[in-house]
C-alpha cells in the first residue's frame, strides 16, 4: 500500500487554466504539506494542515488554495495556471512523534 | 529563523570512493536532524535522521552524527556505488511545541561513476 499517494503524476496544461492535484495519506498521521521543488531542486514549503487545521501558509500566490477535508486528505487547487508554475509538486504527511515526514512520489506539472 | 546550508554540488566520485556532505544549521533549541534522498524521478525518501546532540543516524552504509558544538550534521559513507547516484538533501525540524515545518538545504547532486 502507497502511504502518501498523489494524482496525478503528471500535469501538462495551458496558462489561464485551473487544476487540482489531490494527496491522500493512509499512515494516520496529524500534518500533511504541501512543498514546490523548482528546476534547481530547491523546495520550499507552502502550506501545512494539522488535523485539517491551516498551521502554515507561506507566501505563495493566493491562486494557489489548499483543501483539506479531513485529516488524510489535502487537495491543492490552482487557478489560472502561469508559466512559472511549473514545478515538481510534493505532498507529505508526518506525525509529531516520529518528526520526519513520509513524502510522496510528486506532481510534475508543466503550465505551456 | 531555521536555515540549513549545505555543501554546493554536483558531487562526482568514482565507485568505492569516500563520501562526505557537508551540512550545517542555524536554529534555536535542540532541532532534529534529518537526510532525504531523491533518486531520479522520485520523491524524497528519509535516509537517516537524528534527534538530540551526539546521535548517530545510520542507514544504507550511510552516517551522520548530530554535532552540537558546531551545529553540523554531515554525510558519510564509506564506498559509494553506482546506484547512491542521487540528489541528498539536509533537513532540520524545530523542537519547540507545534514545530511542524521541515526545513531543506538546496540540496547536493551525486553521481557515481563505475
Known amino acids: 500500500d502507497t502511504a502518501v499517494s498523489q494524482t496525478p503524476k503528471y500535469l501538462v496544461t495551458q496558462m489561464g487554466n485551473d487544476k487540482s492535484i489531490k494527496c491522500e495519506q493512509n499512515?494516520?498521521?496529524?500534518?500533511m504539506y504541501w512543498y514546490k521543488q523548482d528546476s534547481k531542486k530547491f523546495l520550499k514549503i507552502m502550506f501545512s494542515?494539522?488535523?485539517?487545521?491551516?498551521?502554515i501558509n507561506e507566501t505563495v500566490p493566493n491562486r494557489f488554495s489548499p483543501k483539506s477535508p479531513d485529516k488524510a486528505h489535502l487537495n491543492l487547487h490552482i487557478n489560472s495556471l502561469e508559466l512559472g508554475d511549473s514545478a515538481v509538486y510534493f505532498c507529505?504527511?508526518?506525525?509529531?512523534?516520529?518528526?520526519?515526514?513520509?513524502f510522496g512520489s510528486g506532481t510534475r506539472l508543466t503550465v505551456v | 529563523g531555521n536555515s540549513v546550508t549545505q555543501m554546493e554540488g554536483p558531487v562526482t566520485l568514482s565507485e568505492e570512493a569516500f563520501l562526505t556532505i557537508n551540512c550545517t544549521y542555524t536554529?534555536?533549541?535542540?532541532?532534529?536532524l534529518f537526510w532525504y534522498v531523491q533518486y531520479p524521478g522520485e520523491g524524497l525518501q528519509l535516509l537517516l535522521k537524528?534527534?538530540?546532540?551526539?546521535d548517530k543516524g545510520s542507514n544504507k552504509g550511510f552516517e551522520a552524527t548530530y554535532r552540537k558544538e558546531t551545529t553540523s550534521f554531515h554525510l558519510e559513507k564509506g564506498s559509494v556505488q553506482v546506484s547512491d547516484s542521487a540528489v541528498y538533501f539536509c533537513?532540520?525540524?524545530?523542537?519547540?511545541?507545534?514545530?511542524?515545518?521541515?526545513?531543506f538545504g538546496k540540496g547536493t547532486k551525486l553521481s557515481v561513476i563505475p
Open positions: 533537513a532540520l525540524r524545530g523542537s519547540g511545541a507545534g514545530s511542524y515545518q521541515l526545513t
Open positions: 499512515l494516520g498521521h496529524d500534518t
Open positions: 536554529a534555536t533549541g535542540y532541532p532534529s
Open positions: 494542515y494539522n488535523n485539517k487545521e491551516l498551521i
Open positions: 537524528a534527534t538530540k546532540a551526539d
Open positions: 507529505a504527511s508526518s506525525q509529531e512523534s516520529s518528526r520526519g515526514y513520509t
